[in-house]
């Protein structure tokens, strides 16, 4: 199975402060297709998760711009610029590309 | 919006059966994959069955191959999951969730399984 990596567990950040959360996988998930199924989804406390990013970069609908995706082959990031209080919670990356679907051990994004 | 809504989940003793239930609504269930993924008490998340659209592909992950059975009821819009032979590190919370395109876009709100004499 596809290892996934996730950095740092807990990260501690200000309201309006800029954080990267990293993802690193144990084999490249660039697809046959060119694509890369390497996902980003957050869980608030008490709720299921939700998808913000799919296939690296791109923004699920309703999602706001200040979350981005990027990355390539085994290492990708998160980037929240800007972090309100909504975004606390858990954030997993996930995969996609090869089987079985696997997640990153999450990172918890709490307030400083 | 999607709505997936999970049921049957509850207390029961190691070795016994449970189904789960996913009710799916506002979307044509017949067109997309479906999955379910579980999370146990304070820990991640961790892919459990994905079946193809028609119900003609089923997967598992290696610790449920055999006892659990995903399927599906497209003229209902209803994905299950039949859980035999039930052990206490199964407990967990479970989710159904649509895949689409590589991603699990849209996330029930989760039923509890609790195996424990």
């Known amino acids: 199975d596809v290892v996934v990596t996730q950095t740092p567990p807990t990260l501690s950040a200000t309201i309006g402060q800029s954080v990267s959360i990293s993802c690193r996988s144990s084999q490249s998930l660039l697809d046959g297709d060119g694509d890369s199924y390497l996902n980003w989804l957050l869980q608030r406390p008490g709720q299921s998760p939700q998808l913000l990013i799919y296939s690296v970069s791109n923004l699920e609908s309703g999602v706001p711009n200040r979350f981005s995706g990027s990355g390539s082959e085994t290492d990708f990031t998160l980037k929240i610029s800007g972090v309100e209080a909504e975004d606390l919670g858990v954030y997993y990356c996930?995969?996609?590309?090869?089987?079985?679907?696997?997640f990153g051990g999450g990172t918890k994004v709490e307030l400083k | 919006e999607v709505q997936l809504v999970e049921s049957g989940g509850g207390l029961v003793q190691p070795g016994r059966s449970l189904k789960l239930s996913c009710a799916a609504s506002?979307?044509?269930?017949?067109?997309?994959?479906m999955a379910w993924v579980r999370q146990a008490p304070k820990k991640g998340l961790e892919w459990v069955a994905t079946i193809s659209y028609d119900g003609s592909n089923t997967y598992y992950r290696d610790s449920v191959k055999g006892r659990f059975t995903i399927s599906r009821d497209n003229a209902k819009s209803i994905l299950y999951l039949q859980m035999d032979s039930l052990r206490s590190e199964d407990t967990a919370t479970y989710y159904c969730?649509?895949?689409?395109?590589?991603?699990?876009?849209?996330w029930g709100q989760g039923v509890m399984v609790t195996v424990s004499s």
């Open positions: 969730a649509r895949h689409q395109l590589g991603a699990l876009d849209y």
């Open positions: 996930m995969q996609a590309t090869h089987a079985p679907l696997t």
């Open positions: 506002r979307f044509t269930f017949s067109d997309y994959n």
